[in-house]
């Protein structure tokens, strides 16, 4: 099936992605660089992204977990010119490859890559810090609820918290799995069941040229 899926993505991204330049240099820079890509997000799931940030006028972005940034440019591509994106990245070697891709890319939008364990550097934010429009947690899998906590703690009303990766090939619902990034997943599933300050919730599974996978979203109350 994995290679239909495959097929079926460059299907979907022949007709609707439109080529963006940025967006292909930075891919082949990270290859460039001897990063895989199987961390990136897929084009059809960037042009998702890109659509909830449009259709909801967003300008303040947190990212958690920039790896290459090459998610960072779909979310900027979204923003009016000053727009804001805040980006994590918690390993120094994909934070270097990030900063160079961002630079290469000149893009009006300001792009704030920090080097970090995100939750250490999220609690040290300014009391005053503006609230995030949309939250992207892409970061280890262990720490969502971590994330979704100090997510709400920066959020607003209707602010849009988007969580890749969380059906990871079924695994969350085999009670035989106890992986640490597992556990995180479903710990983060309840959270989001019973969190009062979420106005509501889903999850889809994905797939496609990443395999078998899914994302959560869920809205500020
Ligand atoms: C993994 C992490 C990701 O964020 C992703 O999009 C795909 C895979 C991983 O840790 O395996
Ligand atoms: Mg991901």
Not at 118 to 135: C, R
Not at 210 to 216: C, E, I, L, S, V
Request: charged residues 25%; contains cysteine; proline residues 5%.
């Amino acid at each position: 099936m994995k290679q239909m899926w495959t097929d079926l993505d460059h299907y979907i991204e022949t007709h609707l992605i439109p080529e963006d330049p940025i967006l292909t240099q930075t891919l082949k820079h990270t290859d460039d660089r001897g990063y895989p890509d199987h961390l990136a997000v897929a084009p059809n799931q960037g042009m998702l992204l890109q659509m909830l940030i449009q259709m909801n006028g967003c300008k303040r972005i947190l990212e958690l977990g920039t790896f290459a940034a090459y998610s960072t440019m779909w979310l900027a591509r979204a923003l009016p010119e000053d727009g804001y994106i805040l980006t994590i990245e918690g390993r120094d070697a994909h934070a270097a490859v990030a900063q160079e891709n961002i630079d290469q890319a000149k893009l009006k939008q300001t792009i704030d890559l920090r080097v970090g364990r995100a939750a250490d550097i999220l609690k040290s934010l300014p009391a005053d810090t503006a609230p995030f429009d949309f939250i992207f947690i892409d970061a280890d899998k262990q720490s969502y609820p971590e994330y979704l906590e100090l997510s709400l703690n920066l959020s607003r009303s209707g602010t849009l918290i988007f969580l890749d990766n969380v059906i990871r090939a079924g695994d969350i619902i085999n009670p035989d799995n106890h992986k640490p990034s597992i556990e995180g997943i479903r710990k983060m599933f309840k959270l989001m069941q019973e969190h009062p300050r979420l106005l509501s919730s889903t999850a889809l599974q994905t797939v496609g040229s990443k395999g078998h996978d899914g994302f959560a979203l869920a809205i500020v109350k």
